[in-house]
């Protein structure tokens, strides 16, 4: 369909253009609010700056299309293909993404707020600086996805793949991460302060720098984690696993360490009260990989 065409009859009060194949057209700037687009072509169209608030884009071919700081705000866009859609600065608060695959986007400073993105496909995307509060991640896959200084507070994460995303200087105060797996992956200064980790699998996770105050980190395995500088301040660490973990220079005030493993775990430098320190001094053992003391030495066992 011709674009000046599509216009005039949308100018017209025409709203239903399903179907259409617009590919490589350009529609920047554009007026489409409450457009019914569903089933069309956009491959590689240019939507940059258009208003398309509450349109229906389900099932729409986006690809390579340029959505760079587009009104799509409660949208459905539902089982539609954006791979390697620039979607810098767009406005996405309470749209509708269940199943969209956006493997390789470009969300970078987007706002998602509220947004629906269960089982969306985002594997590879660039979500830097992206605002996610409250918006639904159920199983949807972030593997390799790069959320560098995203805010997540309050987004539902059960069940998201999660492996080799980036969170460094993520914003995820309070969010429920219960059983997650997070091996590997790079926390470092990322905000956690009353976040659920319980049980969770952070294995060899980068925490450095991290604030984690009031966390709850029972049971959780973070043998090998690299903690150092990190804030654990009334963390909850019962029955965790800090096996070879680098805890120098953390802070673990009013940190709650009851049934901790240990062994080889870093401690120098460590902010911790006296009685806490005592106890460690008596379940520590082994040697530590960051500086090769034993990890009694690292706690001063011998002031005890």
């Known amino acids: 369909m011709d674009v000046s065409y599509l216009l005039k009859c949308y100018e017209m ?7 259409v194949d617009l590919r490589g057209a350009d529609l ?10 569903e089933g069309a072509n956009l491959t590689g169209a240019n939507l940059s700056r258009a208003f398309l608030t509450k349109a229906n884009l389900n099932g729409v071919f986006l ?11 409660e949208s459905c866009l539902v089982d539609s293909d954006l791979t390697k859609a620039n979607l810098n600065g767009a406005f996405l608060v309470k749209a509708d993404l269940a199943k969209a695959k956006l493997s390789a986007a470009n969300l970078s400073n987007a706002n998602l707020r509220n947004a629906n993105l269960q089982r969306a496909n985002l594997c590879g995307t660039t979500l830097q600086s992206v605002n996610l509060r409250n918006a639904h991640l159920k199983g949807a896959n972030l593997n390799w996805a790069n959320l560098k200084g995203a805010r997540l507070s309050g987004a539902v994460l059960q069940g998201a793949f999660l492996n080799g995303v980036n969170l460094a200087g993520a914003f995820l105060n309070g ?14 200064e990322a905000k956690l302060s009353g976040a659920d980790l319980q049980e969770a699998n952070l294995s060899t996770a980068n925490f450095t720098e991290a604030k984690l105050r009031g966390v709850n980190l029972i049971g959780a395995d973070l043998s090998g984690a690299n903690l150092n500088r990190a804030y654990l301040g009334r963390a909850e660490l019962d029955w965790s696993n ?14 709650s360490v009851l049934g901790v493993k240990i062994e080889g775990a870093e401690f120098s430098g460590v902010t911790l009260p006296e009685m806490t320190r005592r106890y460690l001094c008596l379940v ?11 990890t009694q030495e690292t706690l001063n066992c011998e002031k005890s």
């Open 242 to 255: 800090l096996s070879r973990a680098d805890l120098s220079q953390a802070d673990l005030s009013d940190a």
């Open 13 to 19: 009060g025409s709203r239903d253009f399903a179907g």
């Open 28 to 37: 920047s700037g554009a007026t489409l609010i409450d457009i019914n687009l």
């Open 175 to 188: 969010v429920d991460l219960r059983g997650v797996d997070l091996s590997g992956v790079n926390l470092s």
């Open 284 to 294: 520590a053992s082994g040697h530590t990989a960051w500086s090769q003391k034993q």
């Open 63 to 73: 690809n390579w299309a340029n959505l760079s700081f587009a009104k799509l705000s």
